[in-house]
């Protein structure tokens, strides 16, 4: 399956975002995204996820409560609502696809990426 993130862009600390993540495969709907995101020199790290059937979520710590995850499975597209943004959310943002997945945290279990969208949270 092919991911193409989108959204990004330069907003002021409070501000808000929405990142999609559209797939060209017909059976998106069985496969589970994630968000990640890399700040500059760090590791890439979980941000959100939603399973294949739209009916579990998994969020870190970090953004709990500002970060909402939703998919459209009509459109092949899953969401990511930031509201609150803060400079700590300045990082490349990536979407993975993971076959039937549960949600999980670790990138290793996603085997399809999109090519990463930038946002930049402003002091």
């Known amino acids: 399956v092919q991911l193409q993130a989108s959204g990004g862009g330069l907003v002021q600390a409070g501000g808000s975002l929405r990142l999609s993540c559209g797939a060209s495969?017909?059976?998106?709907?069985?496969?589970?995204v994630a968000w990640f995101r890399r700040a500059p020199g760090k590791e890439r790290e979980f941000v959100a996820a939603i399973t294949w059937s739209g009916d579990s979520t998994n969020y870190a710590d970090s953004v709990k409560g500002r970060f909402s995850i939703s998919r459209d499975n009509a459109k092949n597209t899953v969401y990511l609502q930031m509201n609150s943004l803060k400079p700590e959310d300045t990082a490349v943002y990536y979407c993975?696809?993971?076959?039937?997945?549960?949600?999980?945290?670790?990138?290793?279990?996603?085997?399809?990426w999109g090519q990463g969208t930038q946002v930049t949270v402003s002091s």
């Open positions: 495969e017909r059976a998106f709907g069985d496969y589970t």
């Open positions: 993975g696809a993971d076959y039937l997945g549960s949600g999980w945290v670790e990138l290793v279990h996603y085997d399809y």
